[in-house]
T-cell receptor
Framework: DQQVKQNSPSLSVQEGRISILNCDYTNSMFDYFLWYKKYPAEGPTFLISISSIKDKNEDGRFTVFLNKSAKHLSLHIVPSQPGDSAVYFC????????????FGQGTELSVKP | DGGITQSPKYLFRKEGQNVTLSCEQNLNHDAMYWYRQDPGQGLRLIYYSQIVNDFQKGDIAEGYSVSREKKESFPLTVTSAQKNPTAFYLCASIGVSKNIQYFGAGTRLSVL
């Protein structure tokens, strides 16, 4: 049972345009959501997060939107840069379970010059 | 530098052999985690520990064992009972806020 899903395995975007990565979840007990960026053969690096009590969080070129009624979150990258090319994972934290995370399958973003 | 150190970067296991992956952190984090990543899949939780001398099974604990004798260290042993050990293994830790997990660089385990 996949509680966190990223239905697009890959996404290709032109440099300077917007990248939108999507993530759906099923469990209402998630209270915190995170996006990680990962390069091959490296550990994931934290990108941006959002609490379940908010609907938007922005950090520079990165914005995460949360739609609780739809159980959907998205990561917007504007403008996209070639260095953004990586695999992006969304993750959801269970309420009151010591920081335990459930990860989606990842979306590979390719930003073309 | 503060961070999470995983070693070795590459590891090879022979049939019937147990191997141990090291994870050390100097972030003074209480909780530590082990994940496994397979191609095209997300990270799956193997074991986690919230305090010293205590740990819990994750979603795919069979064939693995851990110990947490020191706050800084959380080694993972891949036993011979794990029939499909080839994967990329990631260690993470989290601070008091329990908000953000920080990851090591990973260990790639292959079977000879």
């Amino acid at each position: 049972d996949q509680q966190v899903k990223q239905n697009s395995p890959s996404l290709s975007v032109q440099e300077g345009r917007i990248s939108i990565l999507n993530c759906d979840y099923t469990n209402s007990m998630f209270d915190y959501f995170l996006w990680y960026k990962k390069y091959p053969a490296e550990g994931p690096t934290f990108l941006i997060s959002i609490s379940s009590i908010k609907d938007k969080n922005e950090d520079g070129r990165f914005t995460v939107f949360l739609n609780k009624s739809a159980k959907h979150l998205s990561l917007h990258i504007v403008p996209s840069q070639p260095g953004d090319s990586a695999v992006y994972f969304c993750a959801a934290r269970f309420y009151n379970q010591g920081g335990k995370l459930i990860f989606g399958q990842g979306t590979e973003l390719s930003v073309k010059p | 530098d503060g961070g999470i150190t995983q070693s070795p970067k590459y590891l090879f296991r022979k049939e019937g052999q147990n191997v141990t992956l090291s994870c050390e952190q100097n972030l003074n984090h209480d909780a530590m985690y082990w994940y496994r990543q397979d191609p095209g899949q997300g990270l799956r939780l193997i074991y986690y520990s919230q305090i010293v001398n205590d740990f819990q099974k994750g979603d795919i604990a069979e064939g693995y064992s851990v110990s947490r004798e020191k706050k800084e260290s959380f080694p993972l042993t891949v036993t011979s009972a794990q029939k499909n050990p080839t994967a990329f293994y990631l260690c993470a830790s989290i601070g008091v806020s329990k908000n953000i997990q920080y990851f090591g660089a990973g260990t790639r385990l292959s079977v000879l």
